[in-house]
């Protein structure tokens, strides 16, 4: 069985799609996918809320990223982090087949 990763914005949680009401439109893709047997993970600049977002089917796995590192407080800092998700989260992207992004910076 095939496993997409979805990667979020820099940025950008659960909670944020939620909140700006993309979350209904974004899942559906997904969901589609996931009900075909593909499995679907999302990687988000989250924390443990990500997990309490309702709207979200069960089948997509939710891996937001402060849960296991923690969040910098200087945007500098924030940024380098960013280009080590990768390696702090191999194990839970060894198993993806597909990585897909889903980046648009607005600054």
């Not at 679907?40 to 990223?65: C, M, R």
């Amino acid at each position: 069985m095939a496993k997409i990763t979805l990667f979020f914005t820099y940025g950008v949680s659960l909670k944020t799609w939620d909140e700006f009401g993309f979350l209904s439109r974004e899942i559906t893709y997904y969901h589609d996918l996931s009900k075909k047997g593909i499995k679907v993970q999302f990687l988000t600049y989250g924390d443990a809320t990500d997990h309490n977002i309702s709207g979200v089917p069960k089948n997509i796995e939710i891996v937001p990223i402060y849960t296991k590192a923690t969040r910098p407080k200087n945007k500098i800092l924030m940024i380098l982090q960013s280009f080590l998700i990768p390696f702090i989260f191999r194990h839970e992207l060894s198993s993806s087949d597909i990585f897909k992004s889903n980046q648009m910076f607005c600054p």
